[in-house]
């Protein structure tokens, strides 16, 4: 792609993503190891091995938002077939009947999701379709999360006057409802709404795993390293090893991330399936392809003489191709983004934010906010969503683009600079002046740097 002024046309072919594992990378350990530390993390927070994923452990459900909503019409609870078994037809009645004690507009639904359902695997956008179904207003509505473990609490008109959302994020953490049935969980979360409790036991439940995990002996961040040379590789003893290995690092890691200031502790299991519930790599390389695509065409039609950040605006277009072009990940895909949307936001009259910091996929920023990096006393100004800006306020982790680096899932930023472009940026948020962009970073080499530098960290640690 050159700097030329460019034409609609359809985008280059893309190569094939390299640093794609084959069927032996990477080894079996390894991939024993790391399932074993995802299962002990989930059972340190009480949410269920992640094999049991609703993905995996039940069957795609066949609903769609105009289904769904014409139940409801009828009910104000919904239960997919393949939950039939963990909210039985009682259990709804009962639910039912709950909610109208309250005399709120509360509906319920319950539906195990994927990728590739009707709502892409996520609950968020289900909900959201099922609402614009419905064409109700006000609304308070209770679904279970993308994997099937937790609740997710909605309302609109958007807000939280009834606290739904802190509701359902506090019966995830209630010691007394660790073992119970999804019912339970859906009824006790209807009495925090109608009794407008939601928040005040969201805080008081987040102080007391606070104070449990504080009170661990320090020397449990310690606890992870191994005696040199030791082998267990094959045999039952292996299994056992590596499943105790994986709750020690595991209770480490949680131990370490609540001494970590609040907001800055990215917790399990959102941090370490933020990629994978969110990201279709294929949807978000067309995406990005889409992106460069509409950038060109508003180049097309963009007059110099009135258009004075038309040269960077080429820069961001030129660059993003570049990108796109040899991109082998979320990041770099998530890169093209940002570059596309600095390029619009040199051809727009005003000044524009960058993409959300915590994950660009998010969209463009809507406002801009101080933060405290992880392990770190300075804090840092960065672009953020309304979803991000909300989830600070309520001291919540927001939802990051999470990334794979020396055989860790971290949050992209957790990933050093000298490897990272994006890292170093913020995706836009990070740069250090007007002058200072991405695109002519990209120019410069750093991504082209940065890569050559991951690609040979990646291939010593296999």
């Given at each position: 792609?050159?700097?030329?002024?460019?034409?609609?046309?359809?985008?280059?072919?893309?190569?094939?993503?390299?640093?794609?594992?084959?069927?032996?990378?990477?080894?079996?350990?390894?991939?024993?190891?790391?399932?074993?530390?995802?299962?002990?993390?989930?059972?340190?927070?009480?949410?269920?091995?992640?094999?049991?994923?609703?993905?995996?452990?039940?069957?795609?459900?066949?609903?769609?938002?105009?289904?769904?909503?014409?139940?409801?019409?009828?009910?104000?609870?919904?239960?997919?077939?393949?939950?039939?078994?963990?909210?039985?037809?009682?259990?709804?009645?009962?639910?039912?009947?709950?909610?109208?004690?309250?005399?709120?507009?509360?509906?319920?639904?319950?539906?195990?999701?994927?990728?590739?359902?009707?709502?892409?695997?996520?609950?968020?956008?289900?909900?959201?379709?099922?609402?614009?179904?419905?064409?109700?207003?006000?609304?308070?509505?209770?679904?279970?999360?993308?994997?099937?473990?937790?609740?997710?609490?909605?309302?609109?008109?958007?807000?939280?006057?009834?606290?739904?959302?802190?509701?359902?994020?506090?019966?995830?953490?209630?010691?007394?409802?660790?073992?119970?049935?999804?019912?339970?969980?859906?009824?006790?979360?209807?009495?925090?709404?109608?009794?407008?409790?939601?928040?005040?036991?969201?805080?008081?439940?987040?102080?007391?795993?606070?104070?449990?995990?504080?009170?661990?002996?320090?020397?449990?961040?310690?606890?992870?390293?191994?005696?040199?040379?030791?082998?267990?590789?094959?045999?039952?003893?292996?299994?056992?090893?590596?499943?105790?290995?994986?709750?020690?690092?595991?209770?480490?890691?949680?131990?370490?991330?609540?001494?970590?200031?609040?907001?800055?502790?990215?917790?399990?299991?959102?941090?370490?399936?933020?990629?994978?519930?969110?990201?279709?790599?294929?949807?978000?390389?067309?995406?990005?392809?889409?992106?460069?695509?509409?950038?060109?065409?508003?180049?097309?039609?963009?007059?110099?003489?009135?258009?004075?950040?038309?040269?960077?605006?080429?820069?961001?277009?030129?660059?993003?191709?570049?990108?796109?072009?040899?991109?082998?990940?979320?990041?770099?895909?998530?890169?093209?983004?940002?570059?596309?949307?600095?390029?619009?936001?040199?051809?727009?009259?005003?000044?524009?934010?960058?993409?959300?910091?915590?994950?660009?996929?998010?969209?463009?920023?809507?406002?801009?906010?101080?933060?405290?990096?992880?392990?770190?006393?300075?804090?840092?100004?960065?672009?953020?969503?309304?979803?991000?800006?909300?989830?600070?306020k309520a001291r919540r982790s927001p939802q990051v683009l999470a990334v794979r680096d020396q055989g860790r899932t971290v949050p992209y930023f957790e990933v050093p600079a000298d490897r990272s472009l994006w890292a170093a940026t913020g995706y836009g948020s990070l740069l250090s002046g007007p002058d200072d962009t991405l695109a002519a970073r990209v120019t410069s080499g750093e991504f082209t740097r940065a890569t050559a530098r991951r690609r040979r960290t990646a291939d010593h640690q296999d």
């Open positions: 792609m050159s700097s030329d002024r460019p034409t609609a046309t359809t985008p280059r072919p893309l190569r094939t993503p390299p640093g794609v594992p084959s069927s032996t990378r990477p080894g079996i350990l390894l991939r024993a190891l790391s399932a074993a530390l995802l299962l002990a993390c989930a059972v340190l927070l009480g949410t269920g091995a992640p094999a049991a994923r609703a993905a995996d452990a039940t069957p795609a459900t066949t609903a769609t938002g105009a289904s769904i909503a014409e139940a409801l019409k009828t009910s104000p609870v919904y239960v997919d077939p393949a939950f039939a078994a963990a909210v039985t037809p009682a259990q709804q009645q009962q639910i039912t009947e709950q909610i109208a004690a309250t005399g709120l507009p509360i509906t319920v639904v319950l539906v195990p999701l994927q990728k590739g359902d009707a709502f892409g695997g996520d609950a968020k956008a289900m909900a959201a379709v099922v609402q614009e179904r419905l064409g109700r207003s006000p609304l308070i509505m209770i679904t279970s999360d993308d994997y099937g473990s937790w609740l997710n609490g909605y309302e609109w008109p958007a807000g939280d006057s009834r606290q739904a959302r802190d509701a359902a994020s506090a019966v995830g953490m209630i010691k007394e409802l660790k073992d119970a049935g999804l019912a339970a969980k859906v009824g006790r979360t209807i009495e925090l709404i109608g009794t407008g409790k939601g928040t005040e036991v969201y805080k008081a439940e987040s102080d007391r795993l606070d104070r449990e995990y504080s009170a661990r002996p320090e020397t449990e961040d310690h606890a992870t390293d191994t005696p040199s040379g030791s082998s267990a590789t094959s045999g039952p003893f292996a299994v056992v090893a590596l499943l105790v290995l994986a709750l020690v690092v595991g209770g480490a890691l949680l131990v370490r991330s609540r001494r970590r200031p609040r907001h800055t502790a990215f917790t399990f299991p959102d941090a370490v399936f933020a990629a994978d519930r969110a990201a279709d790599e294929a949807g978000l390389r067309r995406q990005a392809a889409d992106e460069v695509l509409a950038l060109g065409a508003a180049l097309d039609g963009a007059d110099g003489a009135t258009t004075p950040g038309l040269g960077r605006a080429l820069d961001a277009y030129d660059a993003a191709g570049r990108v796109l072009d040899a991109a082998d990940g979320l990041p770099d895909l998530a890169g093209v983004l940002a570059l596309a949307a600095e390029g619009r936001a040199a051809l727009a009259t005003g000044p524009r934010l960058p993409l959300c910091f915590f994950d660009p996929r998010h969209g463009t920023a809507a406002r801009r906010t101080t933060w405290r990096p992880l392990g770190r006393r300075e804090r840092v100004d960065v672009a953020v969503c309304e979803d991000c800006t909300q989830a600070l």
